[in-house]
């Protein structure tokens, strides 16, 4: 049974799609990464037990626009799950104190270079898991359903959660407004960090993908994650030579 096209619009004030390879300071793709759209998608709608999202086009529906941002961002690590699941089993949890004493770490101001006044228009298909094809036509109409009353699970964001989208169920022919006309080489672009070949688990390791992003009359074309223009890193481990060069590994 083959996937229909779902379509959505989605916009928003700010937005931030970090390039891997800035180490300190964050400066955004023109355009949202496959990831980033995955996961407005799945901000919408999502059973990961059944299907997975893949992302086709994405249309840049507004110029591109950059403004320059000073963040305050904390120099503390998130704590890891087991210290987690030690508060919530009544462990007396330890907060990340800042600008509190000396020893502290305090937080840092760091410079973000964003996107202003975003529009795009993202095209994807539901694909589900071994087992559940059946399931598409149902799958499909509870996403159009839910994106047609603006039900999401959770916020939807463009790129960072305080960048928050807005989104539009549109038609899978809809070609109004059309695509700000640019053509861009992006170079070596972040696909996802998941291994999307099969359902994950939540103790999964992170599998980072790339793929040479070319932006067309203001559409990205989005490869199939199983297609040979998906660089993956070896299933045993390790990273490949782009990899190696974007994220200086």
Known sequence: MKPNRQVIRVWGEFACFSRPEMKVERFSYPVPTPSAARGI????????????????????????????LRRNEVK???????????WARGAEPQPILVDVDE?????TQRQTMALKDVEYRIHAEIRPWQGFEDELPALEAQFQRRAERGQYFHHPYLGCREFPAYFQLCGPDETEPQPWAADMNLGWMLYDTFDLSRPGKPDDPPFIT???????????????FDSDAVRKP????????AQEVLFDA
């Open 210 to 224: 790339l793929f040479e992003a070319k932006l067309v009359n203001g559409v990205l074309e989005v490869p199939e």
């Open 234 to 241: 070896p299933r045993n481990g390790g990273t490949t030579p």
């Open 76 to 86: 503390e690590k998130a704590p890891t799950e087991r210290t987690i699941l030690q």
């Open 103 to 107: 020893e502290s770490k305090g937080r």
């Open 41 to 68: 998608l799945d901000a919408i709608y999502c059973k990961p037990v059944k299907f997975r999202w893949q992302v086709l086009r994405i249309e840049v529906l507004r110029e591109i626009r950059y403004v320059a």
